[in-house]
């Protein structure tokens, strides 16, 4: 139904940059939020950045990440600046969306990116 694809990912030293896409696509009816989540080994997963009506970011990554959407292809962005061995994760991105023929949204998920941050 929703299918989504992410790309970015890979390694990077400390203080470096990183800039993470994912786009939706298949029988999309509405997209109201999309966003990513993260998890490092032996972690939970936890929420980095979401936007829909608003945006939100983990205190952790205020001041050096930004999301950033295109609502008309279906795509979400996460620009990482400063990065931080603590940043390394394995990337996720979601979206909460209606499918055509679905009365409801449900959330969907990439198929995750890896992000080394490493000298």
């Known amino acids: 139904q929703v299918q989504l694809v992410e790309s970015g990912g890979g390694l990077v030293q400390p203080g470096g940059s990183l800039r993470l896409s994912c786009a939706a696509s298949g029988s999309i009816f509405n997209i109201n939020a999309m966003g990513w989540y993260r998890q490092a080994p032996g972690k939970q997963r936890e929420l980095v950045a979401g936007?829909?009506?608003?945006?939100n970011y983990a205190d952790s990554v205020k001041g050096r990440f930004t999301i950033s959407r295109d609502v008309a292809k279906n795509t979400v962005y996460l620009q990482m600046n400063s990065l931080k061995p603590e940043d390394t994760a394995i990337y996720y991105c979601?979206?909460?969306?209606?499918?055509?023929?679905?009365?409801?949204?449900?959330?969907?998920w990439g198929q995750g990116t890896q992000v080394t941050v490493s000298s």
């Open positions: 936007s829909g009506g608003s945006t």
């Open positions: 979601y979206a909460s969306a209606k499918a055509q023929g679905m009365g409801v949204f449900r959330t969907y």
